[in-house]
């Protein structure tokens, strides 16, 4: 399973469900954490790979446009002292360059989309990360309230029922409050999340489009240059 596929099964998993059905969330979450970080490291490694690809053929694209333009300047120097055959071997030269260019310039294209891909797919995987670290944070707090609240129903138990009563209902009741606020900041944090991963898809959309105008666009200013 390639990295891309492996960062959309980890971040398509849902928390709620892997909670509600293991038997001691805590250690489900901590194994998924594990895996998540797992992955991230994986695509941080395939990142700076692909950088330094990059890196390589933006270098080679420079250096072959460098040695096309030195044959242009040769051959405009071989027309101005007459030597025409002299300026059609340089420019022959040039003509062989350019295969090369473009081979270069195509890879760089592939190497710079991937780059966008993987940076979009640590972003998420960033966001995925925190989220079960908050959601690990909240369980861990709510079994100490859970736990809490039972331990002191317990001590409650050995006092007298009726004269105590409004303590426990009072100290219940505050305990309740906190839980409480717990599954509504988790709710609250679960839609930040989903906001912020329908920001990034909406982002990435707005960039192919800007992208396809501006292919467009340059298009017509070559066919009218032309004209």
Known sequence: MGILERTRHVIRADLNDLVRKARNPEEVLAAYLEDL???RAEASSLRAAESAERD???????????????WVAKARSAVRQGEEALARAALDKKLDLQDEIDAARDELEQRRASLEVLEDSLESLRLRISEVGRKR???RMRRQVIQ???????????????????????????????????????????EGVERRMLK??????????EQVIADELDAIKAELKKG
Request: hydrophobic share 40%.
């Open 200 to 209: 990034l898809e909406a982002d990435a959309r707005k960039r192919r489009r």
């Open 37 to 39: 970080e797992a992955v």
């Open 148 to 190: 809490a609240r039972s331990e002191l129903q317990q001590a409650m138990n050995r006092l007298e029922a009726d004269r105590d009563a409004p303590l426990i209902e009072e100290a219940e009741q505050g305990l309740s409050e906190i839980e409480s606020s717990l599954e509504a900041s988790e709710a609250l944090d679960a």
């Open 137 to 139: 944070r909240e369980l």
């Open 56 to 70: 390589a053929f933006e270098s080679r694209l420079r250096d072959l446009q460098s040695a096309q333009d030195n």
